[in-house]
């Protein structure tokens, strides 16, 4: 069970991004990180491979730690730290503002 999913609405709350909102598209758990929509863009410089011919410079999502993030509650909307409890026998996620359990 973790604190943040993929899909998640979340609130960034450290570094250059910090206020923007966005989705988390992707979670590595081992490593605590995720990619968030439209937050941490990075410019990579792309080389030409046998996949991709055109050269050149192209923006993307990095990783940022999950503690730079507050998971919005999909409940009271508000960010907020994320608790554990147990719904019929079911780990749950709990909002620590409202609450309200969400999966
Ligand atoms: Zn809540």
């Known amino acids: 069970m973790r604190k943040i999913r993929k899909g998640d609405r979340v609130k960034v709350i450290s570094g250059n991004d910090r206020g923007k909102y966005g989705k988390v598209m992707v979670v590595y758990p081992e490593k605590e990180r995720i990619i968030v929509e439209n937050v941490h863009m990075i410019t990579k410089h792309q080389r030409a491979t ?51 359990t969400f999966r």
Do not use: A, Y
């Open 50 to 100: 046998q996949n991709l011919r055109e050269p050149g410079i192209i923006k993307r999502e990095g990783t940022i730690h999950i503690s730079d993030v507050l998971v919005v509650c999909p409940e009271c909307g508000t960010p907020t730290r994320v608790g554990f409890t147990e719904v019929d026998g079911d780990k749950v996620r709990q909002c620590k503002q409202c609450g309200e």
